[in-house]
């Protein structure tokens, strides 16, 4: 296989984890997605679009611990595009709600 077929199927892989999480199907996104991120965080290359599905992924399927270090690996990334800056925004706001419910079962 030569270099150009194994990025595209690379690349293939990265979007259906991307398909997967906007069909909800989180808990497979996360199997999809999980090769990408710990490639991305070895290599340190922010990537924000997947980490910000991959946390998604992990919100909605209760992973909080597993979010809030993705929370926190996206905050540090600078935004390359204003769809990384709308990714970043969307993604405080699930931090946000997620707040927002812990502080109502507390009470």
Same mark, same amino acid.
């Given at each position: 296989? @030569?270099? *150009? ?7 293939? #892989?990265?979007? !259906? ?7 909800k199907?989180?808990k497979?996104? $996360? !199997? +999809? ?8 965080? /070895?290599?340190?290359?922010?990537? $924000? ?6 946390? $998604?992924? !992990? $919100?909605? *399927?209760? @992973?909080? #611990?597993?979010?809030? /270090?993705?929370?926190?690996?996206? +905050? ?6 204003? #769809? @990384?800056? !709308?990714?970043?925004? /969307?993604? @405080? ?9 812990? /502080?109502?079962?507390? +009470?």
């Amino acid at each position: 296989m @030569d270099k *150009t077929a194994r990025l595209k199927a690379f690349a293939e #892989e990265m979007k !259906q984890g991307y398909q997967l999480v906007k069909e909800k199907k989180d808990k497979e996104a $996360i !199997q +999809k997605l999980r090769p990408f991120i710990e490639l991305m965080r /070895q290599s340190e290359a922010p990537h $924000i679009r997947l980490f910000v599905s991959y946390s $998604i992924a !992990q $919100i909605r *399927t209760g @992973d909080l #611990e597993g979010f809030l /270090q993705t929370y926190e690996e996206v +905050k540090g990334m600078a935004p390359k595009s204003e #769809e @990384d800056e !709308q990714l970043k925004s /969307q993604l @405080d706001g699930f931090f946000v709600d997620m707040m927002d419910e812990l /502080q109502k079962k507390e +009470k």
